[in-house]
């Protein structure tokens, strides 16, 4: 079971909705060996986490708060060492966890996402009448759909210590992407200058969007 954890884990009518996202740095998909400690975890967590928020005007509230972090290679290693350092596992069983979720990570792209919002039933994306669709969307604007949104319910610390926008006031879930459409192609290239997670429903749309590095 822990090891299933580690490799597992806005316009509308007259209303003026504005998003503002927070993004941060430029990140890797370059899948090659690291040199972390358990201390890097947290500069690698802000790395690869990104929040936006959409704010109506009209009711000066806010529609949407969203946090999400991709699960991308660099980010599953570093998190793997802190949290092998955390629970005292031996050498062997790191390497063997690290080993998992690294192959994982070949077949899936995953999403650590908290929401909030007005209402708290319209932002449970597990819901068929949620009032929120996740995708993720490439720089030539193709859509993917998740292949699995899991509601984590009442997130305990054990979650909450690597991801602090757990709260009780926010959904927590792991979203889930194939890494290959069924034609064989990549949704996310070797050579992709971004991605975008993108949230759309009646009352707008709000995107997370992680921008790739690439080494000349």
Sequence with gaps: ?????????????SVLLLGSACGGSSVTMRPSPRA?????????????????????????????????TFQGWEFRWAYVVRYAD????????????L??????????????VTISGRRWRETDLARDDSAWRVL??????????????????????????????????????????????????AVIPDNARFVILRFTGPLGTVDLKWEFAHSN
């Design 86 to 97: 955390d629970h005292g596992f031996r050498t062997e069983d790191r390497a063997d966890m």
């Design 136 to 185: 993720l969307v490439d720089e030539e604007d193709d859509q993917t759909v998740p292949l699995e949104v899991e509601l984590l319910h009442r997130p305990g610390a054990n979650i909450a210590a690597y991801y602090p926008s757990v709260t009780t006031f926010r959904h927590a879930f792991r979203i889930v992407f194939p890494s290959h459409r069924e034609d064989g192609t």
């Design 1 to 13: 079971m822990r090891l299933a954890n580690i490799v597992g884990v806005l316009a509308a009518g």
């Design 36 to 68: 972390f400690t358990a201390s890097d975890y947290d500069n690698i967590y802000e790395a690869w986490t990104r929040e936006a928020d959409v704010f109506a005007f009209g009711t000066l509230t806010d529609v949407l708060n969203v946090t999400g």
């Design 99 to 112: 080993r998992a979720s690294l192959a994982d990570a070949q077949q899936r792209h995953r999403f650590f």
